[in-house]
T-cell receptor, first 115, second 117 residues
Framework: GAGVSQSPSNKVTEKGKDVELRCDPI?????LYWYRQRLGQGLEFLIY????????KSGLPSDRFSAERTGESVSTLTIQRTQQEDSAVYLC?????????????FGPGTRLLVL | AQTVTQSQPEMSVQEAETVTLSCTYD???????LFWYKQPPSRQMILVIR??????QNATENRFSVNFQKAAKSFSLKISDSQLGDTAMYFC??????????????FGKGTHLIIQP
């Protein structure tokens, strides 16, 4: 079946603009995760959704970052007033519920460049 | 908070050789999962292998196996008969276990593995 998809693949924006990144999880997966990967670094956990709710938003880097999920499906990560330090690859992952919730399946990521 | 340390930024071996990537972690949790993910230049994160902390037996997946030492908080990955397609970044990751829920992964900074022909 289809894997996790993300759009756009690449995004170039100017400092101060808002951007929206989209994630479509694997159908039926109840949990969804967002990560940030800066150049040459490991992944940094941002937020996860269990269904449509996000129990813990403390991983978001600042109040310029927000995320939502609707219909237990697609999620959007919004970055307002982008800064150059927001440049990174943003990866989304999903996992099924039940007995396999701990295995996360990743999308290809969105590479964000803030000029 | 958990931390994951990968002390080898880059490794290079010849095709068909065996290579071991090291990973150590720090946690006060007793129940958790450990993972190795592979990230080729395509950026796609691919699960290589996982280990449940409550299992003493080391996980294996074909040419990939782990050496899990819970007391030492060590979780190394061994790749046997290495192939050119194994060239990638390899990330060690930790997830604490709790009932019926989800949680984010804590990643190390990665090891860039290069398989030479």
């Amino acid at each position: 079946g289809a894997g996790v998809s993300q759009s756009p693949s690449n995004k170039v924006t100017e400092k101060g603009k808002d951007v929206e990144l989209r994630c479509d999880p694997i159908s039926g997966h109840t949990a969804l995760y967002w990560y940030r990967q800066r150049l040459g670094q490991g992944l940094e956990f941002l937020i996860y959704f269990q269904g449509n709710s996000a129990p813990d938003k403390s991983g978001l880097p600042s109040d310029r970052f927000s995320a939502e999920r609707t219909g237990e499906s697609v999620s959007t990560l919004t970055i307002q007033r982008t800064q150059q330090e927001d440049s990174a690859v943003y990866l989304c992952a999903s996992s099924p519920g039940g007995g396999e919730w701990e295995t996360q399946y990743f999308g290809p990521g969105t590479r964000l460049l803030v000029l | 908070a958990q931390t994951v340390t990968q002390s080898q930024p880059e490794m290079s071996v010849q095709e068909a050789e065996t290579v071991t990537l090291s990973c150590t972690y720090d946690t006060s949790e007793n129940n958790y999962y450990l993972f190795w993910y592979k990230q080729p230049p395509s950026r796609q994160m691919i699960l290589v292998i996982r280990q449940e902390a409550y299992k003493q037996q080391n996980a294996t997946e074909n040419r990939f196996s782990v050496n899990f030492q819970k007391a030492a908080k060590s979780f190394s990955l061994k790749i046997s008969d290495s192939q050119l397609g194994d060239t990638a970044m390899y990330f060690c990751a930790f997830m604490k276990q709790f009932r019926g829920g989800a949680d984010g992964l804590t990643f190390g900074k990665g090891t860039h593995l290069i398989i030479q022909p």
